[in-house]
């Protein structure tokens, strides 16, 4: 390649950037400036303040909110992780009367968006006494219209496994569930590791749903709390909302930098590759 | 062909045991065990909650006065006289193929110039896909900062002596605005299938294509789309179905303004059934936006038939 | 897996039997009650807490708790909470959703839990009854007033307009000329921000304008006094710069702009004002002088699990003496208690004078901004239909009717 063309490239590259990189440190750096500065147009505010970021635990339970989000997050991930590693093996590699029509059945909960069955939800929860609970939150990750993605993709994958493992295993006098569990699993780490990376997310990122269920402070999960840092009277306290968001963006951006070979790679080389 | 070979695994070893517990059906008790969850999950969580939105479509459902009365067709004959529907499905329409369009493009532009041979492409894959990870929230909340009047972007635009407009309330910018700000969010994924797909492109396809001085374009147009085509049409279907369900940065960004005309049909719902109370309306709507997944997804399938180069 | 499996199934079943479970009243053991407001503001807070502490001295088994709720939502949580089951004990209501809960029933009536409800002035509880009887009491009256920045006026070399010149054409002019001179903001209309059109009441009332009839089933959007109104709101917006334009911020308690239109419970924002400021009361329009007031209401949620413990609280809550206490805030509805005397004990930020003009006066002859049964979704209907008209070269007839057009068939619902 000439060098002309590679400078052109990193050039573009470097235009490209902007817009992933510009509002991470802009919301970093915001968080830092008083409320009545906050529109100034500095790459670096003119006097540091701490300010919000301690305001932002003030004014909201947030450190609670924080555990909230990240509690359901992980025993969403966890649960879904067995659920759907279960599911996609029996579709992938047992045969049972009726598989084909229950596979369809399980599939079509990817065609219905959560949204459509959020009001039916809702009072099903609101029947079983669950609205403002975190149930629904845990419960229709892990069971619903997300976890068939993760089934789907976990099936993919057994699909591709060399028969002859198991065979070999059956004549080693295992069952099927010991097969599963020494065999078919630990084969299917990266698979594994997109659906968790892939749930996680799902559910650190799900807005609608604890907007609809829950109206505790207390219960709030993160991206609710995060919209709720205004003053007294209402006005929009941008450096602590910038504050808070920086608070929930870091750590997971840090875990990302440090693993994002395997976040990556084990994303690319999935089912989902079509 | 695995379906095949699992079966003969499953009949080879099936005669080993004399009782009533042959391989055979403890292999069928396992499976059925093993898919009890999902299975209990998209009954219970899936299709239940479907048929009740429409029984519910069905009602009038209001919540201070503690009623829920049978009305038949009305909120159909309300959802076709609504004013409001031909622009939310608009909305609706203008998001999802502004999202789809831009979001694949550029994904495709940023696999592309990450496939190349240079130094640092590591680098420039993680700060691309490094939104994917950050909370939507929080993203979204950083962009409606930087996008008021007096905020960052015009500030970063005044820099080249240009004046930006006021592009979270004014009609023309407000949609393209939450459809920008959601495809730099998310363009990251479709950018690392695509680029998973380009590596798995065998490398002496190219040559030959070029032994036989075919050009750059040319190279791409033939053989390179062909042969990801897979891909495009897996992360487009992904996508499409993503951006019907697109609330949080309404929500946050517009709240459905200027007009309507951030109102997409999702947000919609939201505020007929939660804001308005009117759950059966909203119901309603729900069946509508069921739809017309339902037909956009077959609609994919279809094409997949005849534009999608392979499936192994 | 088996194991799994059972542990799901056990969760599940725990978790629904607990929230099932812990919703029971219990008969005769301590209550706790909830009351849901809006407001965290830590000085009401401070001194809703004090009122509930000195309740639980005389009745030793009940707590009240206080939930502030973000007011962007929050009727939408309220109900969301009486959909789910879970209705707050007592439940302040916005003025915009008043007619809503007072209709619907949701609310249980308040004559017996009041005292003296004769004291209470006639214009205040208008909104609030039902058939004759006290569904909410609006504990808040709160006319709308205007605050100056005295200090940003007399650097731009203006004076405040007073007596007979203070009028909407006379207000505007010396806004203008300050936040053109000073580079900050002129009239900040707090709240409104573009989206919460209802606030634009404390303007157009002075043209004699009306949203809809009073019966609420007309639009009056498109009628003369409403266009002229609008008319001089977009040229002091567009033209004079008086205003700040949309999407632009501006906060008066923070000396960013040079006056605001605000109730006057917002004047315990100035306590530590590095400013110096007024209150007066809103301009004369071309129809003469005028008020408008804000309200906030409390109820008692028929749903809530203790709606008897919680009317006895709300007795005490309100009560002449407590009511003096929260008229530091919330202008009481109580007219014994309407006089410059008693408000200036509770107000020590205002003047005698500015009390009378603002507040008693304001209460006296003032209209509630606008209200209807559905508000949620007209109050959407007319805002996404007057945003055309917020540029530069809007047709605002054209936008006006358009108005009246989306909410015509919402009002005559």
Redesign the interface.
């Known amino acids: 390649?000439s060098l002309k063309m590679?400078i052109f490239?990193?050039g573009?590259?470097l235009v490209?950037?902007v817009?992933?990189?510009?509002?991470?440190w802009?919301?970093i750096t915001?968080s830092f400036k008083p409320?009545?500065s906050i529109?100034a147009?500095d790459f670096a505010p003119s006097t540091w303040s701490l300010e919000p970021w301690r305001q932002v635990f003030t004014?909201q339970p947030f450190a609670q909110q924080y555990w909230n989000s990240a509690y359901i997050a992980v025993i969403v991930t966890l649960?879904t992780l067995?659920?759907?590693s279960?599911?996609g093996?029996?579709?992938?590699?047992?045969?049972?009367?009726g598989?084909n029509v229950?596979f369809l059945?399980?599939l079509?909960?990817?065609?219905?968006?959560?949204?459509?069955?959020?009001?039916?939800?809702?009072?099903?929860?609101?029947s079983?006494?669950?609205?403002?609970?975190h149930?629904p939150l845990i419960?229709?990750p892990?069971?619903?219209?997300p976890?068939?993605l993760a089934?789907f993709i976990m099936r993919q994958f057994f699909?591709?496994l060399p028969?002859e493992l198991?065979?070999a295993a059956?004549i080693d006098g295992l069952?099927?569930?010991a097969i599963?569990r020494r065999i078919a699993l630990p084969l299917a780490r990266p698979a594994l590791g997109a659906v968790a990376i892939f749930t996680f997310?799902h559910s650190?990122?799900l807005?609608?749903e604890p907007?609809?269920?829950i109206?505790?402070?207390t219960k709030y999960t993160?991206?609710q709390a995060?919209?709720?840092f205004?003053d007294?009277?209402?006005?929009?306290l941008?450096n602590v909302?910038?504050s808070a968001?920086?608070m929930?963006?870091i750590p997971?951006?840090i875990?990302?930098?440090i693993a994002?070979r395997q976040?990556?790679e084990g994303?690319?080389?999935t089912g989902?590759?079509? | 062909m695995?379906?095949l070979?699992?079966?003969a695994?499953?009949a080879r070893?099936a005669p080993g045991r004399p009782s009533y517990w042959t391989m055979r059906r403890?292999?069928?008790l396992?499976?059925?065990l093993?898919?009890t969850?999902?299975?209990?999950?998209?009954?219970?969580?899936?299709?239940?909650?479907?048929v009740?939105?429409v029984w519910?479509s069905l009602h009038e459902w209001n919540v201070l006065a503690d009623t829920f009365d049978f009305v038949g067709s009305e909120n159909y004959r309300k959802l076709a006289e609504d004013p409001n529907v031909p622009g939310v499905l608009r909305a609706t329409a203008l998001f999802s193929i502004g999202l789809v369009v831009l979001n694949l493009g550029l994904a495709l532009v940023?696999a592309v110039?990450l496939n190349?041979?240079?130094r640092g492409t590591?680098f420039?894959?993680?700060?691309?896909?490094?939104?994917?990870?950050?909370?939507?929230?929080?993203?979204t909340?950083?962009?409606g900062?930087?996008l008021?009047d007096?905020?960052?972007v015009n500030?970063?635009l005044?820099l080249f002596g240009i004046d930006g407009p006021n592009w979270l309330r004014s009609g023309g910018t407000a949609m393209v605005s939450v459809v920008?700000v959601q495809v730099?969010k998310n363009v990251?994924?479709n950018m690392?299938?695509f680029?998973?797909?380009l590596q798995?492109v065998p490398q002496e396809l190219y040559e030959a294509a070029r032994t036989d001085g075919a050009g750059r374009w040319t190279v791409f147009r033939r053989i390179t789309l062909p042969l990801i085509s897979?891909?495009i049409?897996?992360t487009s279907i992904i996508t499409v179905?993503g951006s019907?369900?697109v609330?949080?940065q309404i929500?946050?960004l517009t709240q459905g303004g200027p007009g309507t005309s951030t109102t997409v049909l999702?947000y919609y719902?939201?505020q007929q059934?939660?804001q308005f109370h009117a759950?059966g309306y909203?119901?309603t709507l729900?069946?509508l936006?069921?739809l017309i997944?339902?037909a956009l997804?077959v609609l994919q399938w279809q094409m997949r038939k005849r534009w999608v180069f392979h499936e192994s | 897996?088996r194991r799994?499996l059972a542990a799901?199934s056990v969760c599940?079943l725990l978790?629904?039997l607990t929230?099932?479970g812990g919703?029971e009243p219990e008969a005769g053991g301590p209550v706790t009650l909830r009351m849901t407001t809006w407001?965290?503001?830590?000085a009401?807070v401070e001194l809703f807490n004090s009122i509930a502490a000195e309740y639980s001295k005389t009745k030793p088994d009940v707590s009240v708790t206080f939930?502030?709720?973000?007011?962007?939502?929050y009727t939408t949580?309220v109900t969301?909470?009486i959909?789910?089951?879970?209705a707050p004990d007592i439940a302040w209501i916005l003025e915009g959703a008043a007619p809503d809960f007072v209709a619907s029933g949701a609310l249980t009536p308040l004559d017996d839990s009041i005292e003296n409800t004769a004291d209470l002035a006639p214009a205040a509880t208008a909104l609030w009854k039902k058939d004759g009887k006290l569904m909410g009491y609006p504990f808040s009256t709160s006319p709308f007033g205007v605050f100056v920045n005295n200090d940003l006026l007399k650097q731009a070399g203006q004076t405040l307009p007073a007596g007979a010149d203070w009028t909407w054409a006379n207000a505007v002019a010396a806004a203008s000329a300050t936040a053109a001179k000073t580079g900050k903001q002129g009239l900040v209309i707090?709240?409104f921000d573009y989206k919460e059109w209802s606030n634009l009441a404390t303007v157009f009332r002075g043209w004699g304008a009306d949203a809809w009839t009073a019966d609420g089933k007309t639009c009056g959007f498109d009628q003369q006094p409403m266009v002229d109104a609008m008319t001089f709101l977009h040229k002091a917006i567009f033209t004079d710069k008086a205003l700040p334009a949309p999407g632009v911020?501006a906060?008066f308690f923070?000396g960013?702009s040079a006056m605001t239109i605000a109730q006057i419970s917002?004047a315990s924002?100035l306590k530590e004002a590095k400013f110096g400021w007024t209150l007066v009361p809103l301009p004369a329009g071309p129809s003469g002088e005028y008020s408008v007031i804000g309200q906030g209401g409390l109820g008692v949620m028929k749903k809530g699990k203790n709606a008897a413990a919680a009317a006895e609280f709300v007795k005490f809550f309100t009560s002449p003496d407590n009511s003096t206490k929260l008229a530091q805030f919330f202008p009481p509805p109580r007219q014994s208690q309407l006089n410059a005397d008693t408000l200036a004990k509770a107000n020590p930020l205002l003047k005698p004078e500015q009390l009378q003009d603002v507040v008693i006066d304001g209460i006296a002859t003032g209209v509630v901004k606008p209200s209807h049964t559905g508000s949620a979704e007209i109050s959407q209907a007319v805002r996404s239909a007057l945003d055309p008209m917020w540029k530069p070269d809007a047709d605002i007839p054209g936008v006006l009717r358009g108005v009246c057009t989306a909410i015509q068939p919402l009002l005559a619902k």
Request: charged share 10%; with cysteine; proline share 5%.
């Open positions: 390649m590679r490239l990193y573009l590259l490209l950037c817009p992933f990189v510009f509002p991470t802009w919301m915001s409320n009545a529109f147009f004014m649960g067995v659920v759907a279960m599911a093996y029996a579709f992938a590699r047992i045969r049972f009367p598989q229950l059945v399980v079509t909960g990817l065609l219905i968006p959560s949204e459509v069955t959020i009001v039916p939800l809702f009072r099903m929860f609101n079983l006494g669950m609205v403002d609970t149930w419960l229709v892990m069971l619903g219209p976890s068939v089934t699909i591709t028969g198991e065979e059956r069952g099927r569930p599963f997310l650190w990122n807005y609608l907007v609809v269920y109206s505790s402070q993160l991206p995060l919209t709720q205004t007294a009277y209402q006005g929009q941008w909302q910038l968001a920086s929930t963006a997971v951006l875990v990302f930098v994002q976040f990556i994303l690319a080389h989902l590759k079509g | 695995t379906l070979q699992d079966r695994a499953t070893s403890r292999d069928h396992t499976g059925y093993f898919i969850p999902a299975l209990v999950g998209a009954v219970a969580f899936v299709f239940l909650p479907l009740l939105v519910y940023l110039l190349q041979k240079l590591t420039f894959r993680v700060l691309f896909f490094s939104p994917v990870v950050v909370s939507l929230l929080a993203w909340i950083v962009w900062f930087l008021q007096n905020g960052g500030g970063l005044s920008v730099f990251g994924l690392v299938l680029l998973a797909a798995g897979p891909t049409l897996l179905v019907l369900q609330f949080a929500s946050v999702v719902l939201y059934a939660f759950f909203g119901s729900s069946v936006l069921f997944v339902l997804t | 897996m799994t799901i599940a978790g629904s929230a099932c919703d407001s965290a503001n830590p009401h939930e502030a709720l973000p007011l962007e939502n949580t969301t909470q959909a789910g089951g879970n707090r709240d911020a906060d923070a960013e917002r924002l």
